[in-house]
């Protein structure tokens, strides 16, 4: 811990350096701030859907968070997985081998199309799913709804991670931030249209904010279809010719992906874990947990956007072979990351009424009382939290992004397991209560931040790749390096 205090020490003393130059803050923000953009778009979504379905019906919102979780919990694995595809794309054109691009992201793509008719195959053990589960039947009918409604979603919205990865991979991310923004809008609207029962529709409530979720999803994916087949990209990263199934680059997808789906799948069921503990505390306490855990979710969705960067930059700086400017491009973002969790760290202590009000709006005011200091006391456990977990974030991110996945997920399901899932079920069998069961997701982040510090300390990432060997001339020769003149021309040239 002391180590990882120094570099942020360091940083601060040597600000320039950091926010200027080849991997500083800059440049990692011209990849980021978009991807930012398109993440909190996604936070505003989800958290309007949710103070709807609050002002809809106060259990609504209790309902659509357990089944989103559920739903996210059984897709992970697959979402893990064909998110991967970006760091092939990374790694493939820091190496400069453009023609190789579409090949990987069409193996995503048929990942995604297994996968979506796999997780329909779901939709029939849902009763048996929530009702072993144990949550209160006031909410169990919704969350079996919106549960099976997230299941179609998976297909279209798995599609969109593989087909949005040929542009976060290769760093050209406005278009990502675009559709986002777009479908984002298109799902606030048809939320509130659904819900409600505006302009004649029947109010749907809960069943209304899932088919909303997934027009829009479905939106995007065609967007994202007409965008990837433009003729401008067909030649270069082969975004045709490369649809014939390629069997050794799709093994080698799953090689290095499939630690990273099944730590993803194992951490999400930590999470509901976790939820279903608290829960089972009582209503009230549930309640007061949804609403925590949508402060969580908007802290860390803009991060994910840095983490995503961070995976892509390091991808391609070990494409390029040059593993020091990956190394300094981390703790860049480390800086950014802690600095932003602090701000986020001093709101949610010092204006909780402030956060607050936007779920009080509408909600039944006695109720309201009841869970509103429940919640504001487990926004300071939520401030400790999100300070340690930025390093968490930021340096497995980076070695993700050189193909430590294997490690990554050894690391990330041992450490949930004991400092989460396992102490809270031994808290509600013997010290039932809300606040000691929170108290576990501190101690979660800052031992995974230093587990995955000390890793990436360690250096072992720098001599990874997940990419075959190129058969033509890289980075490593010196007449290609982008910061000589000769490799400008011809960086130009393959431009």
Known sequence: MRSY??????????????????????????????????????????????????????????????????????????QGLIGYTNTFVAQYCGARRYDRVGHAVWQGIYMALIAGALILAFIPFSPLLFKLLGHNIAIRENEITYFNILCVNALPALCVIALSNFFTGRGKTKLVMHITLLTTIINIVLDYIMIFGKFGLPKMGVTGAGWATVIATTFAMILYVIVFFNAKYRKKFSTIIGAKP???????????????????????????????????????????????????????????????????????????????????????????????????????????????FPFE?????????????????????????????????????????????????????????????????????????????????????????????LRFKRGKWKSMRVIEKSPIVTMTSPSRRPDDALGKQIHELEQ
């Open 5 to 78: 205090l120094c570099y942020y020490s360091a940083m601060i003393r040597n600000f320039k350096k950091t926010v200027t130059g080849a991997g500083g803050i800059y440049e990692i923000l011209i990849i980021a701030i978009p991807l930012i953009l398109s993440t909190s778009a996604n936070t505003v979504q989800i958290f309007v859907d949710r103070t709807f379905l609050s002002w809809y019906d106060t259990n609504a919102i209790s309902a659509a968070m357990q089944a989103g979780v559920a739903a996210f919990t059984i897709t992970s694995f697959f």
């Open 246 to 356: 390629d069997i050794e680059l799709f093994k080698r997808m799953i090689r290095f992906g499939l630690p990273s789906g099944i730590e993803f799948a194992l951490v999400m069921i930590n999470w509901t874990i976790f939820l279903t503990v608290a829960g089972r505390l009582g209503l009230i306490e549930m309640n007061a947990t949804a609403i925590a855990t949508q402060m969580i979710s908007i802290s860390f969705m803009p991060m994910m956007g840095v983490g995503i960067a961070i995976t892509t930059l390091v991808g391609q700086r070990l494409g390029e072979n040059r593993s020091e400017l990956a190394e300094k491009t981390t703790h860049s973002a480390f800086f950014l990351m802690l600095t932003y969790m602090t701000v986020i760290a001093i709101l949610l202590i010092a204006i909780p009424n402030i956060l607050m």
């Open 361 to 453: 709006m509408g909600a039944n005011a006695e109720k309201f009382a009841i869970l509103k200091p429940i919640a504001i006391n487990l926004f300071i456990l939520v401030a400790i939290h999100n300070l340690f977990a930025a390093g968490s974030m930021t340096y497995s991110a980076a070695i993700k992004g050189a193909g430590d996945t294997k490690f990554v997920m050894v690391a990330s399901v041992c450490v949930d397991w004991c400092c989460v899932a396992i102490p809270s079920m031994l808290i509600l069998k013997f010290i039932p209560n809300i606040y000691y069961v929170w108290s576990t997701l501190p101690v979660f982040a800052i031992v995974s931040s230093a587990v995955f510090f």
